[in-house]
T-cell receptor, first 112, second 112 residues
């Protein structure tokens, strides 16, 4: 049990559709980041939220957006899905007092 | 921006042998992380290295950090089949986000 839970675990969507992925973490995890991991590659940083505000973004287009809620849960939204969006999406939570990042179990998104 | 390179990309070992995975990074990183990933699974935190000369050990794995050489190593002692997985190192990208920049990963296969 890592304290970071993602849902759903698997998802299949059609090109052009929209998807929302969810992440919930325990109290104290005031920073949450989202990563995209394509098959055979290392995770790539999408964006990060701190106290409900986005405070950093990687090289991803605006159709990737997110939210963080007061209860430490978070969402990743992707609009106008493309085939290349097929990947494992990971959220990572960090306790402000510690240096470790705890990753959730991930959501495997397949776009057909 | 920080770039992280690992080598080798693929490593086939026999049980009982020793080997080292290398992680080079291009610019200053406040700390260095090592993660393990089993097929289709999320990232499991192995080590966080915080300062030059840091060495951490857990079981058959030992990680070290040389910030002057911008090099971290993950040494495997007397490999066993259960260590088969993909290993990632990650540096911290700097700025407000402290985003993780991952290497490409090393796929380790331990043969009986």
């Amino acid at each position: 049990e890592t304290g970071v839970t993602q849902s759903p675990t698997h998802l299949i969507k059609t090109r052009g559709q929209q998807v929302t992925l969810r992440c919930s973490s325990q109290s104290g995890h005031n920073t949450v980041s989202w990563y995209q991991q394509a098959l055979g590659q290392g995770p790539q940083f999408i964006f990060q939220y701190y106290r409900e505000e986005e405070n950093g973004r990687g090289n991803f287009p605006p159709r990737f957006s997110g939210l963080q809620f007061p209860n430490y849960s978070s969402e990743l939204n992707v609009n106008a899905l493309e085939l290349d969006d097929s990947a494992l999406y990971l959220c990572a939570a960090r306790d402000g007092e510690l240096y470790g990042y705890t990753f959730g179990s991930g959501t495997r998104l397949t776009v057909v | 921006e920080l770039k992280v390179e690992q080598n080798p990309l693929f490593l086939s070992m026999q049980e009982g042998k020793n080997y080292t995975i290398y992680c080079n990074y291009s610019t200053t990183s406040d700390r260095l992380y090592w993660y393990r990933q089993d097929p289709g699974k999320s990232l499991e935190s192995l080590f966080v290295l915080l300062s030059n000369g840091a060495v951490k050990q857990e079981g058959r794995l030992m990680a070290s950090l040389d910030t002057k050489a911008r090099l971290s190593t993950l040494h495997i002692t007397a490999a066993v089949h259960d260590l088969s997985a993909t290993y990632f190192c990650a540096g911290v990208g700097g700025g407000a986000t402290n985003k993780l920049i991952f290497g490409t990963g090393t796929l380790l296969a331990v043969q009986p």
